[in-house]
């Protein structure tokens, strides 16, 4: 593990960033000067990457300002279609300056982060499509002499102004799927992003003006725990949907007074392996999606249940998959893993695996760090009671224990932690959908690791991994409601 040097890229970068975003926070359609900085640094090096706005009550009231006044004006949805789909062609004209931009600011490999782009230019045509099927229906009246002589239908309505808040480590694809949907649906939006990456989620707004979105339609406020606090209390903002981490979407959900909260909160995520799987493609599908980002990922794969009979060729193969790995600077082309977040996760995942395997724990592979960076990790004879595996790592961490009794598993899967997302690996069907309806997940899949996502698809699960549902067409009503219009004739029956 080794950082190259990678001065020029990051000039590059500062330059398209110098060039692009002119100011520190996004407000009724241009940028501002910035009044208190906030310094955003690049993980590996610790070279300053540039300095936004860390937007104070002031500014924000000035965002919700504008989103509030924006609302007075009609935006049609035929126009709100094309803004959306000439944002997406604008992105895709400068895909790998924003790639480099996303592994500069974030954590992501210079690969991982070229396949966000394409993922957020998907994002923003899916929500453009979607317009076209978020209608109302038709409401049958005449099943109750109530209705006699009624007729009607609803529409969806927006709810108004989306508070949105956003992590660091899909700082553009997670920014479009937050905006995308509320914008498609007609709503008004004021995003914070993520502390450590800014200016993605800055890009894409000013893009999404320069495509024709209404000013102060869409804002976008940097800045630091503080700000996102004072967004949610600001009692404009109609619905807060957030993404990150468990204690603070509580904290969001306990501030929100009564309005509408949208929450993705992660999850411990967990893949069953049968001993009548191919067990290679099975290892190297767990591997990847423990690895990818790091960790990083809210679908990262965490606990693996190897059935007993084949734990040690699934361990070996795994462990062969990951000594293959290459750890290195995100501007590698060849790297397979960048950093983690910052040191101090580094030191918080260090010291979880220690207290692991002073617990009678296994490292197989990994458990070192270089600075920002942490070896792939697997482990065997983990403590299902302990935190390690009961709670969401967020790091490159994967933890293999045996199963002899199929029967226990969805107990085992549900009680150590909440999954985002389930994957099963078994050729006997029967097992595969026996586990898919008896574990507690927002999606369970069959042949597949934990880590994938469509972005078309509902996203979300259950319990601690938040409320609500993500995904185009899902998000899009979560940020409506329906709104009755009942036509009377002369002779209905009026009786109550």
């Not at 480099?100 to 210079?110: H, M, N, V």
């Not at 270089?370 to 390690?388: C, H, K, Q, R, Y």
């Not at 898919?436 to 078309?456: K, P």
């Amino acid at each position: 593990m080794k950082v190259f040097d990678n001065s020029k890229l990051l000039r590059t970068t500062k330059d398209f960033i110098r060039s692009t975003i002119t100011g520190g926070s996004f407000i009724a359609g241009e940028f501002k000067t910035i009044a208190v900085p906030l310094n955003v640094y690049e993980v590996e090096t610790g070279a300053l990457v540039g300095v936004v706005e860390n937007s104070s009550p002031e500014v924000i009231k000035a965002a919700v300002d504008a989103a509030q006044a924006s609302l007075q004006s009609t935006w049609v949805p035929w126009k709100r279609q094309e803004s959306l789909y000439e944002a997406a062609s604008m992105l895709d004209d400068i895909q790998e300056q924003v790639a480099s931009l996303i592994a500069t600011e974030g954590i992501k490999t210079i690969t991982e982060a070229r396949q966000e782009v394409e993922r957020a230019i998907h994002t923003l045509k899916l929500s453009a499509s979607s317009i076209d099927s978020h209608i109302g229906e038709s409401l049958n009246l005449q099943t109750s002499y109530r209705g006699e002589g009624r007729t009607g239908y609803f529409e969806r309505q927006p709810l108004g102004i989306v508070g949105a808040i956003t992590p660091f480590n899909d700082p553009l694809n997670l920014v479009a799927h937050k905006i995308g949907p509320a914008l498609a649906a007609g709503n008004a939006v004021v995003l914070k992003p993520a502390e450590q990456t800014p200016f993605s989620a800055l890009l894409l707004v000013s893009l999404l003006h320069d495509a024709g979105v209404p000013p102060g339609r869409v804002g976008v406020l940097p800045g630091n725990a503080k700000t996102g606090q004072s967004l949610v209390a600001d009692r404009r903002v109609d619905v807060i949907t957030f993404t990150g981490g468990q204690s603070a979407g509580t904290q969001v959900s306990s501030e929100s007074a009564g309005r509408k909260v949208l929450l993705e909160l992660g999850g411990n995520n967990a893949v069953v392996v049968a001993g009548d799987c191919r067990l290679h493609e099975a290892a190297r599908a767990c591997v990847r999606g423990a690895f990818s980002a790091a960790g990083q990922n809210c679908l990262s794969v965490q606990r693996v249940y190897v059935q007993e009979e084949v734990i040690d060729r699934f361990t070996f193969k795994a462990v062969e998959i990951a000594q293959q790995m290459s750890v290195d600077t995100k501007f590698n082309e060849a790297s397979d893993m960048g950093p983690l977040v910052n040191r101090e996760k580094v030191a918080t995942l260090k010291n979880q695996i220690d207290n692991a395997t002073a617990d009678g724990a296994v490292v197989e592979f990994g458990g070192t760090s270089d600075g920002p960076f942490f070896a792939p990790t697997i482990m065997t004879s983990v403590n299902e009671d302990s935190d390690l595996f009961c709670s969401e790592v967020f790091g490159p961490v994967l933890l293999i224990v045996p199963y002899s009794d199929s029967d226990t598993l969805p107990r085992r899967i549900n009680e150590a932690g909440q999954p985002m997302q389930v994957g099963i690996f078994a050729s006997d069907i029967q097992l595969c959908m026996r586990l898919a309806n008896e574990v507690q997940a927002g999606t369970v899949l069959i042949n597949e690791s934990s880590d994938f996502r469509s972005d078309s698809m509902p996203f979300g699960s259950f319990g601690r991994s938040g409320i609500g549902r993500e995904g185009i067409k899902y998000a899009m009503q979560e940020l409506s409601a329906p709104k009755s219009i009942i036509f009377t004739s002369s002779f209905a029956n009026h009786a109550y």
